[in-house]
Each structure stands twice: as C-alpha cells, then as structure tokens.
C-alpha cells in the first residue's frame, strides 16, 4: 500500500523552514493555501523542545522567506518589506 497526495494549488502550506539549537527547535508557519499570494512566507514561528513538546508559538511582525534562532532567541531572517528583501534581526 502506497499513501500519496496529489499537489495543488488549494494545498495548505504548513512549516516553510526550520532552525534548531542543542536546546530547542523552531518551525516557521505559514498556514498560506498554494494559491494565496506569497505562501511561501510566513509569519509565526512555532518553538518544540527536541521530544517534540510545544513550549511557544510567536507571531512576527513581518513575513520571513528563511530564517536561523539561537538559544537567546535572537533570530535573522529574511523578510520581503514593500518590494525589497532585507536582512533582520529580532529577539522573541
């Protein structure tokens, strides 16, 4: 038996990039369907100790493409602002 899903524009997106430390894992969310404009974006990121327990959940103030955290929770990421992709920084 083979489970198998078809890909298509109606699809939600879930996590879009992940970025772990030795304490901690953090997941972007998106949430987005295919088809939304900029779904490959995302606003929340979603914070799992390394069994896989929820421990926080952010909502940013801007949409990243990627991003990497640390255990301070100092973040980068990139974020589309207007139409330009800049480099921030933030601490949750």
Known sequence: ??????????????????SVTDELIFA???????NEERS???????VFDWDGNPLNSY???CHLLNFTGDDSLNFYGIALIGEN????HFKL
Do not use: C, H
């Open 1 to 18: 038996d083979m489970t198998a899903m078809s890909l298509s524009r109606e699809n939600q997106s879930g996590f879009n990039d992940l």
């Open 28 to 34: 972007l969310y998106s949430g987005r369907k295919a």
């Open 40 to 46: 490959y974006f995302a606003n929340q990121v979603w």
């Open 59 to 61: 909502k940013l103030p």
């Open 85 to 88: 992709y800049n480099l921030i």
